[in-house]
């Protein structure tokens, strides 16, 4: 998070005037009715002492989330970039995508069956935000049906596959971009229902 968006999620008008509190990500899509409760329980407060013993648990998941995604970014940037050989490349990142896909799917799963219906229960006015999240699972599944695809042919190729490594980075691309303003979208919706209850 960034100092400015620690100092304020308030949206300052060019007249002056204060437009209400704004969402964490640049393309964020939730509405300004959805956000009376990150209004009463803004960032800044998510990890103070009177809050974190709520917060930090699904907070610490999508930090461990947001930390694979970026380890295998990272190794496939090294392959593309000629830093690392073919057959390290696939050592470091095949069995790294199979439980990157493993824990997603368990966090989805958790979510969908138990925390948003219960979430939805508890603030019915929130249901539309809890929908763009339950499309943003079906969207991440079917990128991460094709991920799954992809390091499978990857594990079991023996010849170099450069075509291959391609569609595997920009697959990570798609999943990253998604990923990051789904648990931002995510966090900004849940954590202040985890801290003010
Ligand atoms: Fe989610
Ligand atoms: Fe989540």
Not at 36 to 58: C, H, I, M, R
Not at 100 to 114: N, P, V, W
Request: charged share 25%; hydrophobic share 30%.
């Amino acid at each position: 998070m960034t100092a400015s968006t620690q100092k304020s999620n308030h949206q300052d008008r060019a007249d002056g005037e204060v437009s209400g509190p704004t969402p964490r990500h640049p393309d964020s899509r939730l509405e300004a009715d959805w956000l009376f409760l990150y209004e009463k329980l803004p960032p800044n407060q998510w990890y103070s002492a009177d809050y974190v013993y709520k917060t930090s648990g699904w907070l610490n998941i999508h930090a461990d989330i947001r930390k694979r995604q970026r380890i295998l970014t990272h190794i496939s940037d090294a392959y593309h970039s000629g830093d690392i050989e073919c057959s390290e490349y696939r050592a470091q990142l095949s069995p790294r995508i199979h439980q990157y896909i493993f824990k997603l799917h368990q966090h989805h799963s958790i979510e969908d069956k138990g925390y948003f219906p219960q979430f939805i229960r508890m603030y019915p006015q929130l249901k539309s935000g809890f929908e763009v999240l339950d499309r943003d699972h079906v969207h991440l599944d079917s990128l991460l049906n094709e991920l799954q695809g992809l390091n499978s042919q990857l594990a079991t190729s023996e010849a170099e596959d450069k075509a291959l490594g391609g569609q595997l980075h920009q697959t990570l691309v798609d999943v990253s971009v998604l990923l990051s303003q789904h648990l931002t979208d995510e966090e900004d919706l849940v954590i202040p229902i985890l801290g003010l209850n």
